[in-house]
């Protein structure tokens, strides 16, 4: 039987605290509540109990952020669609922000597995000054393990209606999007960051947030490709490819500490889960 579970969660702010209230349903689960960096910061783990999606299963995950409140969400480990014989899982993300909230949305990688049928999305929701700092990131296969993604279909999508669109069919079988010089170039491993504002930032600013993430990708791993654009003055965006996601993902780290501090004046106190 598949399993079909949801996960709704809702930040508060009051007093300057960020407080979370959760619903969920099946096996999605979210962890206590922390504040490394103070009452206003709220530090979430999601955790998938089952460890991966089947053909047939459904994850659904909505967040909502009051206005004031600050949510920051990772998870303990990969999101793993496994093989199916015939019928899709799927991965829903939605999440909302209210005017003046503020979202860090940290998961680690998504990883496709050989012969998987699979569907990732995510969409984004701003009202005026609310902002959204995170990253989606996707694995290939299982190189180390000798399982390259040969057969299979993972169907990518961000969406931000009205201001971006991001979405890819990638089929283990079209070899020119995988190894093309215009597609993947052989890269297994890829990523999106974004920072997402609902007011358009001015020019100056854009500017000094991309140099601060060109800055932080000069020193990630030579074998990362990476830039960073502003293809609307509401939006900064990271794309990356690497061979595995280990560098991809600690020039994402690195990216993500720059910005916060210069968009947010803030430190960049990493998730705790990211040192277990």
């Not at 909502?64 to 999101?79: E, F, K, M, Q």
Request: charged share 20%.
């Amino acid at each position: 039987m598949p399993w079909h579970a949801s996960l709704d969660l809702h930040y508060q702010s009051a007093s300057g605290r960020t407080t979370l209230q959760h619903r969920h349903s099946g096996p999605l689960r979210i962890l206590k509540s922390l504040y490394p960096e103070g009452q206003g910061i709220c530090h979430n783990v999601v955790v998938h109990p089952p460890g991966g999606l089947v053909g047939g299963d459904t994850l659904d995950i909505g967040v909502r952020v009051d206005s004031g409140a600050h949510g920051l969400i990772a998870t303990p480990g990969a999101t793993r669609f496994y093989r199916s014989n015939g019928p899709e899982a799927a991965q829903r993300v939605r999440l909302q922000l209210a005017a003046g909230a503020r979202l860090e949305w940290l998961p680690l990688e998504t990883i496709a597995y050989p012969d998987c049928m699979a569907r990732n999305t995510l969409s984004l929701q701003l009202e005026a000054g609310a902002e959204c700092l995170g990253w989606d990131v996707c694995a290939l296969g299982l190189p180390a393990a000798g399982e390259p993604f040969v057969r299979g279909v993972l169907h990518q999508q961000i969406e931000w209606p009205g201001v971006w669109l991001e979405r890819a069919r990638i089929a283990a079988d079209d070899t020119r999007l995988l190894d093309g010089p215009v597609g993947l170039a052989g890269q297994r491993a890829l990523g999106t960051l974004w920072l997402a504002s609902g007011t358009p930032r001015e020019s100056a600013a854009r500017e000094a947030l991309l140099e601060a993430a060109r800055e932080a990708l000069g020193s990630a791993d030579a074998s990362v490709f990476a830039g960073a654009t502003s293809p609307d003055a509401r939006l900064i965006v990271v794309r990356a490819l690497a061979p595995q996601v280990e560098p991809l993902m600690a020039a994402f780290q690195a990216a993500w500490a720059r910005l916060r501090r210069l968009a947010w004046n803030t430190g960049a106190e990493p998730p705790r889960i990211w040192r277990v």
